[in-house]
């Protein structure tokens, strides 16, 4: 496969933060496994069929000359002279995984119409254009989501589902050829026109970032399926997953799939968080706009696990990571090390690596989620508004149970075909390792859900009858409707291709904690009544589909930030198959001018500034008093970031079943789930 070392420097391209880490040619291994890798894919059903393209270019086009209709009419509306009005158009371009080129079959597109300075967002793009379309016979299921973090119109388009974001520039006319990758396009516009044209100045920034696309976007398709198998997808936006796969395009340049996948979970499970991803040096630039800067920016020293957009303004798109979700990720990284050293002594195949996990097998206690609405339309609604806060409820109980105890929630949702206009969520919980619990000591986490029940019910934009329930169910009692056609599997073995699980030995020697026996023992969780919208409140964020980024305020902290030296893992398991000078290298990697910002009151910070709540809510006709969140500064002081050294080693490939979990007694009123 070539010579490995720092040899390689004085010839290999650079591109990127570095050079790369191995410059060699593909072997015919590597040849074999990419084709096996393919054929994987493709039996997986990642790509569309010719027909289902043609189809999603025929409806682009068609979109194009809608908006250009759409900009004339305006443009004559406004009384502008005729020469203006034949000048005026508007231009449509694509962005997220169709532009990438690694969207499957079913996938929608995510869109951008750029439009004048004349042609407004509010009155103009929701107005005028939402009519237009509503009249199409070929539109349905036409949402606008003009308070949304990026304002967009959702619709289907001939079956093609569209996802339209909105920009008017600076600019009288919108010249065919425009070139939105300048940051000249970024003066004297809002906020909103700046987030909407960074999904596509970022997704272009990427294409040019990385030596090969073609390997880029299998290698890309790949970590997709694999995140979406191994229930760790939703932990991070499909931005983050290409961001991260980018980076290892650029360290092994000539590359093939095979070995890229390999590498990318030998690097991010050395990667020493929370050092920064990034595919190029953050410019300032000239226009004023913040940037993602630790040493500055105290909101940004928190941050956890920091992947970094590299289009101006660069920034941080994976704030929403958590202490929990980093956990579960480092360990899901290591298994995938795990098996691709496997793989490559010819003791493993793709089949290992992709195998589904079994998340309803994996803890003894979960949280579920119910929620209903009265209408299609107010699920739709309500449904984003908690997908965009679910994330609050697990830095509520990391926050109450100082990070003792872990929660993993499940990135989908689960309907009971039984009960219309209703669907949940699951999250599982176990007490982290580690942990200084007395044995057998509970986790009353009854005030945290009755926290985040009554805060979601602040959701402005929500009508009568939007519901919601949290209640703790164990995992012999998990409803059917969640597992594949309504029928629990036994639980799997814990042997998987004859080898055993075992633990690390670097492992807590901790005694379990002894549950109870009974369902509802151990986890408090007393909520007086399932919470329904409050319908007079007025502080709540609206954002429901893109929701802001709840950063904390801090106060600002002057000085440079240091780097330390890289040190080794300490688990055992994560030992590679290639050269020390390999290690070395990629180690170096994660060793930066931004090491060692991180602080450890970000999520406590976040919450404290993030929750809104009002003095009362109305709940079943009666009132509930709700208590001011008080301080937790005491729980900020024992919060442990879950990276690199600190997460420790699992078993042999984290066997997905019979986890040797620490037992957690918690503490929940054992309510019932109707609605």
Known sequence: MGSLGLSNYATAPRLGMSDPIFTGEPTEFDVIKTRELEKFLADAGLYESHEEAIRREEVLGRLDQIVKIWMKNNTRTKGFNEQLVQEATAKIFTFGSYRLGVHGPGADIDTLCVGPRHATRDEDFFGELYRMLAEMP??????????????????????????????????????????????????????????????????????????????????????????????????????????????????????????????????????????????????????????????????????????????????????????????????????????????????????????????????????????????????????????????????????????????????????????????????????????????????????????????????????????????????????????????????????????????????????????????DAGLHVETKAKEHFETDTDDISKKARFPENPLSHGQEVEGSVRCSPPAMPSSSSASLSSSTIEEKLVMGQSCGPFFGHISPSKEFDELENDTVLTNQVQCFGARTEVCPVQSMSSAKQEVAVAAGNGVSSSSKFLQNVSLEELEVELHFSGKSNRQ
């Open 138 to 519: 070929e539109i349905q299921e036409l949402h606008p989501v003009p308070d949304a973090y990026v304002p967009v119109l959702q619709f289907k388009f001939n079956e093609v589902s569209i996802d339209l974001l909105y920009a008017n520039v600076a600019l009288w006319a919108i010249p065919e050829d425009l070139d939105i990758s300048q940051d000249s396009i970024l003066q004297n516009v809002d906020e909103q026109t700046v987030r909407s044209l960074n999904g596509c100045r970022v997704t272009d920034q990427i294409l040019r970032l990385v030596p090969n696309i073609q390997s880029f976007r299998t290698t890309l398709r790949c970590m997709r399926l694999w995140a979406k198998r191994r229930g760790v997808l939703g932990f991070l936006g499909g931005i983050n997953w290409a961001l991260l796969v980018a980076r290892i395009c650029q360290l092994y340049p000539n590359a093939l799939p095979n070995m890229l996948v390999s590498r990318f979970f030998k690097v991010y499970n050395l990667w020493r968080w929370p050092n920064p991803v990034m595919l190029c040096p953050i410019q300032d630039g000239s226009l004023g706009l913040p940037v993602w800067d630790p040493r500055r920016n105290f909101r940004d020293r928190q941050h956890l696990m920091p992947i970094i957009t590299p289009a101006h303004p660069c920034m941080n798109s994976s704030y929403n990571v958590s202490t929990s979700t980093l956990r579960v990720m480092m360990e899901e990284f290591q298994r995938g090390n795990e098996i691709c050293e496997e793989m490559e002594n010819n003791k493993a195949g793709w089949m290992t690596l992709f195998e589904p996990f079994q998340f309803f097998d994996a803890y003894k206690n979960y949280l579920q989620i119910d929620i209903a609405a009265e209408n299609d339309d107010d699920l739709r609604k309500w449904k984003g508004w908690i997908e965009s806060r679910l994330r609050q409820l697990t830095l509520k109980i990391e926050r109450d149970t100082r990070s003792m105890l872990r929660c993993h929630p499940h990135p989908g949702e689960f309907v009971d075909k039984s009960r219309p206009l209703h669907c949940c969520y699951f999250m599982g919980l176990r007490r982290n390792e580690g942990t200084n619990a007395q044995k057998g000591e509970p986790f009353d986490i009854r005030s945290t859900v009755e926290e985040f029940e009554h805060s979601v019910c602040m959701y402005q934009s929500g009508s009568p009858g939007m519901w919601i329930h949290v209640c703790h169910v164990r995992r012999k009692n998990i409803p059917h409707f969640v597992f594949p056609g309504g029928v629990r599997t036994p639980q799997t073995n814990p042997a998987v291709n004859g080898k055993k699980r075992k633990r690390d030995e670097t492992k807590s020697s901790e005694p379990l904690c002894q549950a109870t026996g009974t369902d």
